[in-house]
């Protein structure tokens, strides 16, 4: 079965500085990875996805991630943080292939914090 | 990029009441929205697969005769909570996905969330 974990619940920064949210994933196949965000009061919000391409994803507003199968990780990096980046990330894997079984298992959450 | 839209963004109601929520894709057909629950500080948790024309597919755990899915059009879901009660207070999200656009059809696209709030 597949799962993500998301090794932080909580991460701060200051503005400028780099950020890293981490993610090991479970997974019995190649899966199919994403990062969502979740600003406070607005819908998810696809950041990046991995399908089993390039092992480096570039994604939107500075994000990439980058695929270690020896790892089992897709930890999300940006070099500079903003004060937008601020909110909920989420790593996602899917559950199977099409149709029903093509639905989303979410990690935990990490909660990025950027400061002045 | 895609749109989804849920109504409404908040409710509050009586316990014992029924409750629907909305959810809708606004620029693209989706033959499958999923319905999630999120409580505070935790992360979504699947409810339902909701398959246009035929019956959701609902999680373990999950009672179908307490959140009924209806996924009539191509555009639209909706869910009902039964009989609510004070337990079923939480933030439902939906998301539709996109099978018409290859490229995109990976992708599910979220709506913004409901908030239900049962006294």
């Known amino acids: 079965a597949q799962s993500v974990t998301q090794l932080d619940s909580h991460v701060s920064v200051s503005e400028g500085t780099p950020v890293l949210l981490r993610c090991n994933y479970s997974s019995s196949y190649s899966p199919s990875l994403f990062w969502y965000v979740q600003h406070p009061n607005k819908g998810l919000q696809l950041l990046l996805k991995y399908t089993s391409a390039a092992t480096l994803v570039k994604g939107i507003n500075g994000f990439e991630a980058e695929f270690k199968k020896s790892e089992t990780s897709f930890h999300l990096t940006k070099p500079s943080a903003h004060m937008s980046d601020a909110a909920e990330y989420f790593c996602?894997?899917?559950?199977?292939?099409?149709?029903?079984?093509?639905?989303?298992?979410f990690g935990k959450g990490t909660k990025l914090s950027v400061k002045p | 990029g895609a749109v989804v839209s849920q109504h409404p963004s908040r409710v509050i109601c009586k316990s014992g009441t029924s409750v629907k929520i909305e959810c809708r894709s606004l620029?693209?057909?989706?033959?499958?929205m999923f319905w999630y629950r999120q409580f505070p500080k935790k992360s979504l948790m699947l409810m339902a697969t909701s398959n246009e024309g035929s019956k959701a597919t609902y999680e373990q755990g999950v009672e179908k005769d307490k959140f009924l899915i209806n996924h009539a059009s191509l555009t639209l879901s909706t869910l009902t909570v039964t009989s609510a009660h004070p337990e079923d207070s939480s933030f439902y999200i939906c998301?539709?996905?996109?099978?018409?656009?290859?490229?995109?059809?990976?992708?599910?696209?979220f709506g913004p969330g409901t908030r239900l709030l049962v006294l």
């Open positions: 998301s539709a996905r996109d099978w018409a656009s290859l490229p995109l059809k990976e992708t599910q696209y």
């Open positions: 620029d693209f057909q989706a033959t499958t």
């Open positions: 996602v894997v899917r559950r199977g292939y099409g149709g029903s079984q093509g639905n989303l298992i």
